[in-house]
């Protein structure tokens, strides 16, 4: 450039957020093919701008509570490939708090009589099924099923569910008298304590529900990580089981 021109900066070499910014000017005097390529930066510089993107929360104790975690996995829908919400890296102190919010729990919810866990399953079931087109919905846009791939995504863990409604009958121990001379032998079924689960991202409802409900309806508690890709989904159903009787924690 001369001495008495401005330098020019090429669009592809501008911070995305700056050419979003500058659009109104940039596309004012370029060419018809620059104003095209400062038009798809601009858009895509937009979603890299985060602060209309919500964050996706941790539930520890039945709250949603904001991680401190500083490294975050954009979560996208892939129809449109538009910025739907952003999921944090926990720390490890955070995932601490998680599992000690799960081991609190265990003392009181291995008291609570198995017909009593049971009674939360089966309300957990309805509440699947009444709301089985919103969670859908949230399952389409950010892991990239149809609305029928999603409803069977759905359904599919909605049968461990209903499997988890009789598990009381499934805890019954057994017993064998006289195995031997004064010696009987008696089998107990009992809770283990704070499980976990880590689930991939190409079943995001299903899979939760693989793990979960049969955990707790036996009387554990239960740490659930959703993939970072498709949070969504879990955190909904996360909701609705603490809606539905599922002790915090």
Known sequence: QGAS????LEPHILPQCVLSAMLPFSATSASPLARVVVR???????????????????????????????????????????????TPQCTPEELKQAADSCAEAFKKWRLTPPSARARVMHKYEGAIRDNTEALAKVLTEEQGKTIADAKGDIFRGLEVVEISTGVPAMLQGETLPGVANSVDVHSYRLPLGVCAGICPFNFPAMIPLW????AVTAGNT???????????SAMMLAEMAHDCGLPPG
Do not use: N
Not at 5 to 8: D, G, K, R, Y
Not at 67 to 82: E, L, M, R, W, Y
């Open 40 to 86: 798809r930066s601009a858009a895509a510089g937009a979603t890299r701008c985060f602060s209309d993107v919500p964050v996706v929360p941790m539930m520890i104790d039945g709250q949603k509570v904001q991680s401190k975690g500083t490294t975050f996995f954009d979560v996208h829908t892939p129809a449109t490939g538009a910025l739907i919400a952003r």
């Open 211 to 214: 793990m979960y409900p049969p």
């Open 5 to 8: 021109s401005p330098p020019v």
């Open 222 to 232: 239960f740490l659930l990580k959703p993939s970072e890709r498709v949070p969504l």
